[in-house]
């Protein structure tokens, strides 16, 4: 593969994990939000989400 070709190809690899990191990181604000209102949540379950979440964008990040 041309170097130009395999550059572009490392660029959108990189753009879309970025992206999924954006998207867990909206999901965890959302979730911190509703941990955070005056709602009867079950906030252990919130909690251990937001740390499945945040292994998940651990995960990312160690690929780029």
């Known amino acids: 593969m041309p170097p130009k070709e395999?550059?572009?190809k490392s660029?959108?690899?990189?753009?879309?994990?970025?992206?999924?990191?954006e998207r867990t990181l909206e999901q965890m604000l959302t979730l911190a939000?509703?941990?955070?209102?005056d709602l009867n949540v079950d906030r252990a379950a919130l909690q251990k989400t937001l740390e499945r979440?945040?292994?998940?964008?651990d995960r990312i990040a160690d690929t780029i």
Request: proline share 0%; charged share 25%.
């Open 6 to 8: 395999e550059f572009e």
């Open 11 to 21: 660029v959108q690899s990189i753009d879309q994990a970025l992206g999924e990191i």
């Open 33 to 37: 939000r509703l941990s955070a209102s």
């Open 53 to 57: 979440l945040q292994h998940k964008i």
